[in-house]
Structures are given as C-alpha cells and as structure tokens.
C-alpha cells in the first residue's frame, strides 16, 4: 500500500517539477528578452540590464509577498497565473518595439512590463511549492523546486544567446516563450482539472491566449518589417538578426545606408569621405606596405581603398559576424560600393573577435586599421582599452602605424579624448584628426606611429581620391578650441575602469 501510495505521489508530483523547470526558462528568457531589446534601442548595455534585473527581484519579492494571500483552490491560481504570464510575456517583445517606434513611453511601458511579469513570476514557485507541499515534507519540496528553478534559469539563459536569439529575433522569442508558459498551464488544467473550480472558464481563457500567440507567431514577419520601417527614416531593404547583432541595410534614392544594433555604420552618399580619411592618412606615411590588418570593416569599404596599392600583398580582415562579411561579399548593395574588395586574392577573412585573434596570431602587420563600432557596450569597450592598443603595439612592425575611427569629437569631446590617450599610453606617438561627414556630422580618427614621429607636412595623397587632396589634409588635423578644451579633463580607459561606456553614452545621450 505504501508503494502505491508513493508512486501515486510521484505521478502527482513530475510535472508539476517540469512546470517549476519550464518556468524557469520563460523567467530568465523574458528578462533578457527586455535587456536585449533596451540595449539595442536606448544603449548602455549594463545599465539596461542592471534595471531590468533589478527591477525584476524586486518583482519577485512582491510577486512572492502577494502569495501568502492567495489560499484555496492552488491548482486554478497556479494555472491563471501562468496563463496570465503567457499573454503578457509573450506580448513583451512586440509591446516593446511598438512603444519606442510610435510613442514617447518606452520607460513607462518597459517599467510595467518588467514589475508585471516579474509579479507574476513570483507567485509562481510559492504557489507551486504550497501544492507539492501536499504529497512531501517541506525541505524535500523546497530542495526540489529550487533546483529545478535554477536549471531551468541555466537553460534559458543558455538558450537565449545560442539559439533562440539568432534564429527567432525578440519578437518571435517572446512568442515562443508565451506559448511555453501555456504550455504549462495546459499541462496542469489536463492533469489536474478535477481539482480545480471554475475549470471551463479557465479552460476557455487559456485556448484564447494560445490563439492570440499563434496568429503572432503567424505574422511575425510582416509584424517585423513594419516595426522596422517605422524605426528606420528610409525603405528596409533587408534585415537579419545575427548571432551578434542586428544588421539593416536600408534604401532611399541613391542613398544605401547600413545600420548595426540601429547605430548607423555609412551613408553611401559620403562613405568615401569617412573611409579615405580613415586609410589614406596613415598609407602615406607607411614606408612598408606589405602586410595590413583591419579590425572590424566587414563591408569591405576600407579593403576597397587600400587595394588602390598595387604593393599590398597580404590584408587580413578580422570581423567577429560572419554574417556581417558575407553580407560584403555577396550583398549587391555592398558590392556596388566596395566593388568586390572581399573576393580579391590578397584578401583573407577571418571571423573572430578581435580581441583573441591579437592574443593568438603571430604575425605581425605595417598597419592595422582598427574601424570598429564605437564603444557603446560591453564588448566592444576591451577593444577601446590600453590594454587592446598595446597589443597592437606589439603586432606591429617597427615603423609601423595604427589608425583608430575614435567616434565624434563634437558630440562626443570626453569619449574622443579618451581613447587617443588610451592610444597614446599604449606607446603610440599619436596624433588626433577629424573629417565632416553630411550623415554623422564631425567625425574623428586617431593615428599612432610606432618607433618614429612625423610632421603633418609629411602627409601627401598617393592614390586617385574623390575627396581627400594632398592640400588639405592639413586641415584635418587641426581643432576648435571647444574640442580641445576637453582634452585635458579626461585620462586613459583600461579594462579594469571601462569609464569610456560612461562618457560615451553621457555624450549620445541627448541625440
């Protein structure tokens, strides 16, 4: 009779285990899904997601606060609760881009979601605990339901980066994730609807949530290209999340423009000015010119300008998305305007982050052309340190050069600042200049010298140019006094004090 009585338990007690794992993964997935889709729009990586995740406990604690008072009928409380987290969770992803792209209350609907969810998250595992604590003594149930909650928290977050991110977007995630959360509930209202009250209402309430989910599951992609247009002043003329970033490439006219995580990368109608100034400068210095790096520069524009060299024998170009050179290589946008750079024999690819493939090469370069996003997150700000330009130091042969897109030193004065003292801490004799481009306004580069100093009178223009004369590039390297003003009043960034994220997103902030 025992035995009977135990396997009877267990029946009992499995899938409400699997409900406590499931809703895990949804948990952490939604609180991702919303520091995901902020960092993307608004920036700062980790001050979105410390407010999410702080937000979210504080959730919690309400969440599990609030339960103390929910005492009969679990099982129907359970199964609305997790239906309830079904619809909202899984409406975050589309709520949230639609809030940005046609209304100012983006914070205000963010905020809600998060303490709506989280809430609701934190009734949860109190009520599931209350039920299992039925049929097993309270550590037992306890031990069990936490361990399941955190795997399930390991999964998801596993998950969500890996496989979810790259191949549904946040949109289709949430989605996904709502659907898994009714799942739950179904689980529970077919196993246990005997116990429960009011069954067919709830019945009825879970099929129409399930319905709703479905249908945006089934429009997702129109629901994608209208939140995008929205986004973006110009026709979307493609569109994929990769496994790092999202990429945009839009179309007005003439006008090509490439957007990463909607940061805009170039304007067709004056990429050549940006990339001229970016190779041009430093090429004319170089006595070698053999064997080049660029760091970043998948659009293959920056290849474009250095093939105008006919003694280049080697260029290594290292971008972590592959998706982002494919897009160069075979995008007939990119094409027309890189004129095939990534297909020349003297091009080699490598897709890695730029950060390791410096910790594990060998080689060592005449220039390294470091045109990277700027440092507006995590990731990218080791690739803005002291540390990252010395090891470009020592890539580096003697006499050799680096040059540095620095973001804009009118906008952003401090951020500029800080990294040509970064630059110049690793080593480098470094000069500052900056350009006007039309689609980003002044615009700033830094160039290093290792093992020699030079004039700017030593700068002269070897190759056709559609911009940049031999006369004028003097004129680059000079600022208004409102620029340098600034330059003193900031120091080097490191990796240990990534303060160039802080003056950074202070300095794009308002625009």
Not at 264 to 293: C, G, N, T
Not at 373 to 401: C, W
Not at 428 to 457: C, M, Q, R, V
Request: charged share 20%.
């Amino acid at each position: 009779m025992a035995r009977e009585k135990n396997l009877e338990e267990i029946k009992i007690i499995a899938p409400l285990m699997f409900c406590a794992f499931f809703v895990s993964i949804s948990g952490i997935t939604y609180q991702l899904i919303i520091g995901g889709i902020s960092s993307y729009l608004l920036g700062n990586s980790v001050y979105q997601f410390s407010i999410t995740i702080g937000l979210f406990m504080t959730a919690l604690g309400i969440g599990s606060l609030f339960s103390k008072y929910i005492e009969k009928d679990l099982m129907s409380k359970f199964m609305l609760v997790e239906t309830l987290l079904g619809l909202v969770g899984g409406i975050t992803g589309v709520l949230l881009f639609y809030s940005y792209a046609i209304s100012e209350l983006y914070i205000v609907i963010m905020f809600l979601l998060i303490i709506a969810i989280g809430s609701l998250t934190g009734l949860e595992l109190p009520i599931l605990t209350r039920i299992i604590e039925d049929y097993e003594d309270l550590k037992i149930t306890l031990a069990n339901v936490l361990s399941a909650d955190y795997i399930g928290g390991l999964i998801g977050s596993l998950l969500f980066p890996i496989i979810l991110l790259p191949n549904f977007g946040f949109i289709e995630t949430s989605y996904i994730m709502g659907i898994l959360n009714l799942v739950v509930a179904g689980i529970v209202y077919l196993k246990y609807r005997k116990r429960m009250r009011l069954d067919k209402f709830i019945g009825v309430f879970l099929v129409l949530i399930l319905i709703l989910l479905t249908i945006g599951i089934s429009t997702v992609k129109s629901t994608e290209d209208y939140i995008e247009q929205k986004l973006y002043q110009d026709k979307v003329v493609y569109s994929k999340q990769s496994k790092y970033q999202k990429i945009v490439i839009t179309k007005d006219k003439n006008d090509v423009r490439l957007f990463l995580n909607g940061n805009i990368q170039f304007s067709s109608r004056d990429e050549y000015r940006y990339h001229e100034s970016l190779v041009h400068p430093a090429m004319s210095l170089l006595k070698k010119r053999s064997r080049i790096l660029i760091l970043g520069g998948g659009d293959g524009l920056a290849v474009r300008e250095l093939l105008k060299y006919p003694e280049i024998k080697e260029i290594d170009l290292v971008d972590l998305d592959k998706s982002m050179t494919d897009l160069g290589e075979n995008s007939k946008y990119l094409l027309k305007l890189n004129h095939g750079s990534l297909a020349d024999k003297r091009v080699k690819i490598y897709n890695q982050d730029a950060y390791q493939y410096l910790e594990e090469t060998n080689k060592s370069y005449n220039l390294v052309i470091v045109d990277l996003p700027d440092p507006n997150d995590e990731s990218l700000n080791k690739l803005y340190t002291v540390n990252f330009y010395r090891m470009i130091y020592a890539h580096l042969n003697n006499q050799g050069i680096v040059v540095v897109q620095s973001t804009s030193p009118y906008f952003a004065s401090r951020a500029f600042w800080m990294i040509h003292h970064s630059i110049n801490k690793a080593g480098f004799y470094t000069k500052p200049y900056h350009t006007y481009l039309a689609s980003f306004g002044d615009w700033g580069f830094n160039l290093g010298t290792k093992g020699f100093e030079y004039k700017i009178k030593d700068l002269k223009v070897k190759v056709a140019t559609r911009f940049l004369t031999t006369e004028m590039l003097a004129s680059l390297f000079y600022f208004g006094e409102d620029i340098l003003k600034v330059k003193e009043e900031v120091g080097a960034n490191t990796l240990t004090r990534p303060s160039l994220i802080r003056e950074y997103n202070r300095a794009w902030e308002d625009y």
